[in-house]
């Protein structure tokens, strides 16, 4: 059984920048994919972001391309998220996921159903 722990989330105003974690325990999550979901009031959780098990490939949703920047470090079995340029509509709780499914061209990493373990979540609040 694998916990994940995330950490990083705050009160930032439009524009400013947060940098998300999310630590594993419990077993190495090194060969697992990794994703950032995030569930704003009243919504559906949706994928932010997600990455390969060795970290070479990464997906990201439109509304956050060029802004987000999702990495990992297996040795140290974390995950981030660098989130820069941050509006009000990114507002929302996020959650870490991790999967042992394969990667298949992000297919799967898309489907939240195939992640078997999950964070407690961090929210992350900006302001106008």
């Known amino acids: 059984q694998v916990q994940l722990v995330e950490s990083g989330g705050g009160l930032v105003q439009a524009g400013g920048s947060l940098r998300l974690s999310c630590a594993a325990s419990?077993?190495?999550?090194?060969?697992?994919?990794m994703g950032w979901f995030r569930q704003g009031p009243g919504k559906e959780r949706e994928l932010v972001s997600a990455?390969?098990?060795?970290?070479?490939?990464?997906y990201y949703a439109d509304s956050v391309k060029g802004r987000f920047t999702i990495s990992r470090d297996n040795a140290k079995n974390t995950v981030y998220l660098q989130m820069n340029s941050l509006r009000p509509e990114d507002t929302a709780v996020y959650y870490c996921?991790?999967?042992?499914?394969?990667?298949?061209?992000?297919?799967?990493?898309?489907?939240?159903?195939?992640?078997?373990?999950w964070g407690q979540g961090t929210q992350v609040t900006v302001s106008s």
């Open positions: 996921a991790a999967g042992a499914m394969s990667w298949q061209g992000g297919l799967l990493a898309r489907m939240r159903d195939e992640y078997d373990y």
């Open positions: 419990g077993r190495t999550g090194s060969s697992a994919v």
């Open positions: 990455t390969s098990r060795s970290g070479a490939i990464t």
